[in-house]
């Protein structure tokens, strides 16, 4: 079992950054992909980004160029640098794991699921 802990959301304007971080506890040896998805009130759940145990990554259309991922060594650790922030990032932030290659806009694929972590961004 895997467990994921997210930290670094809050609130903040329009242009300005935020660094989410993401813990991986447990069997973390089974991991080959950790990754962000995030939720807006009444939107569906929406691919982010991802990073896999080979460092490759990719991302939404929506964040590519302003939000980059990244991870520790012991790739038990994913960071997630989001930058030029708009009022249409404000989503409740969730990271994710699974042992397999990163399958963006899948979430069902993916086996394990932190507790989230809000981000707000005011115009």
């Known amino acids: 079992q895997v467990q994921l802990v997210e930290s670094g959301g809050g609130s903040v304007q329009a242009g300005g950054s935020l660094r989410l971080s993401c813990a991986a506890y447990g069997d973390t040896y089974s991991l080959y992909c950790m990754g962000w998805f995030r939720q807006a009130p009444g939107k569906e759940r929406e691919w982010v980004a991802g990073i896999d145990s080979d460092d490759n990554t990719n991302y939404a259309d929506s964040v590519k160029g302003r939000f980059t991922i990244s991870q520790d060594n012991a790739k038990n650790n994913v960071y997630l640098q989001m930058t030029s922030l708009k009022p249409e990032d404000t989503a409740m932030y969730y990271c994710?794991?699974?042992?397999?290659?990163?399958?963006?806009?899948?979430?069902?694929?993916?086996?394990?699921w932190g507790q989230g972590t809000q981000v707000t961004v005011s115009s």
């Open positions: 994710v794991a699974r042992g397999d290659r990163c399958v963006r806009g899948e979430f069902h694929f993916y086996n394990y």
